[in-house]
């Protein structure tokens, strides 16, 4: 059965295109894995990859003029995505009711469809939830950040979906940051993922590839094939925090391990 798994944060700028790009990737190397760029307003999964000129994409899927399986591309390092490019007037006549059939139809195409999603809590971004299983949380530990994910997080309550848990992005960027626990106690979950600040993603960014596959021995690459394994049930549990057990309990719970 294909997990679609959904990544949500509600403030833009916290790493959620760049931990989808990398997360997959890791998760591509045990599981039959696609990226989705559910970000239709402001697409950044071509950006960051640096794919080749694109003729057909989710956009083109979604105005019927291309096959789900023609806007599917192979990346260099080996992961498989549906990128999307749009214009002004795309947005303008889009009809959002063909977004969730859309990709419920890929479901013959991956194990694991990780869906990045679009900055805030907008229309497409409901949608693009409603039409996942489960949910991720990718966050700053800033306030500002927490608070946003809060109003993602009472969303994905509120429309019943399984919230797998928090990820903490470039922790160790700035000296005043909120602590694990205090982020857990703010949105009531357990951090589950600790992505640290790591100059390697930047370079990686530079190189239009996943940190995962240009810096493997990274701390950000090895932080990611954790939680990797994590989502995927694999033994990777005890190197991810001192709550491991709590962890392993919780996620394997909500997986139905």
């Given at each position: 059965?294909t997990?679609?798994?959904?990544?949500?944060g509600?403030?833009?700028?916290?790493?959620?295109?760049?931990?989808?790009i990398?997360?997959?990737?890791?998760?591509s190397?045990?599981?039959?894995?696609?990226?989705?760029?559910?970000?239709?307003?402001?697409?950044?999964?071509?950006?960051?990859?640096?794919?080749?000129?694109?003729?057909?994409?989710?956009m083109?899927?979604?105005?019927?003029?291309?096959?789900?399986?023609?806007?599917?591309?192979?990346?260099?390092?080996?992961?498989?995505i549906l990128?999307?490019?749009?214009?002004?007037?795309?947005?303008?006549t889009?009809?959002?009711d063909?977004?969730?059939?859309t990709?419920?139809?890929?479901?013959?195409?991956?194990?694991?469809?990780?869906?990045?999603?679009?900055?805030?809590?907008n229309?497409?971004?409901?949608?693009?939830m409603?039409?996942?299983?489960?949910?991720?949380?990718?966050?700053?530990?800033?306030?500002s950040a927490?608070?946003?994910?809060?109003?993602?997080?009472?969303?994905a309550?509120e429309?019943?979906?399984t919230?797998?848990?928090?990820?903490?992005?470039?922790?160790?960027?700035h000296?005043?940051?909120?602590?694990?626990?205090?982020?857990e106690?703010?949105?009531?979950l357990?951090?589950i993922?600790?992505?640290p600040?790591?100059?390697?993603?930047?370079?990686?960014?530079?190189?239009k590839h996943?940190?995962?596959?240009t810096?493997?021995?990274?701390?950000?690459?090895?932080?990611?094939?954790?939680?990797?394994?994590?989502?995927l049930?694999?033994?990777?549990?005890?190197?991810?925090?001192?709550?491991?057990?709590t962890?392993?309990?919780?996620?394997?719970?909500?997986?139905?391990?």
């Amino acid at each position: 059965m294909t997990r679609y798994i959904c990544i949500i944060g509600g403030k833009g700028g916290v790493g959620k295109t760049t931990s989808a790009i990398s997360l997959a990737h890791a998760m591509s190397r045990h599981r039959k894995t696609l990226l989705v760029d559910a970000n239709l307003t402001t697409p950044n999964v071509n950006v960051h990859l640096g794919a080749p000129i694109l003729r057909k994409t989710l956009m083109q899927v979604l105005k019927g003029e291309a096959s789900i399986q023609e806007a599917i591309y192979s990346h260099e390092s080996g992961l498989r995505i549906l990128p999307t490019i749009s214009t002004v007037r795309d947005l303008k006549t889009m009809k959002y009711d063909k977004i969730k059939a859309t990709l419920r139809e890929l479901e013959d195409e991956a194990e694991i469809i990780i869906l990045d999603t679009s900055a805030g809590l907008n229309k497409e971004t409901i949608i693009v939830m409603e039409a996942s299983d489960e949910m991720l949380v990718i966050t700053n530990p800033e306030l500002s950040a927490v608070l946003d994910a809060q109003k993602a997080l009472q969303l994905a309550h509120e429309l019943g979906k399984t919230i797998l848990g928090v990820v903490i992005n470039k922790q160790g960027e700035h000296r005043h940051e909120l602590k694990v626990d205090e982020v857990e106690k703010l949105l009531d979950l357990p951090v589950i993922g600790i992505i640290p600040y790591d100059t390697a993603v930047r370079e990686a960014l530079n190189l239009k590839h996943p940190v995962t596959h240009t810096h493997p021995k990274s701390k950000a690459s090895r932080s990611y094939e954790e939680l990797a394994g994590l989502l995927l049930g694999k033994s990777y549990f005890e190197s991810i925090n001192k709550k491991s057990s709590t962890l392993r309990d919780y996620v394997l719970k909500g997986l139905g391990f």
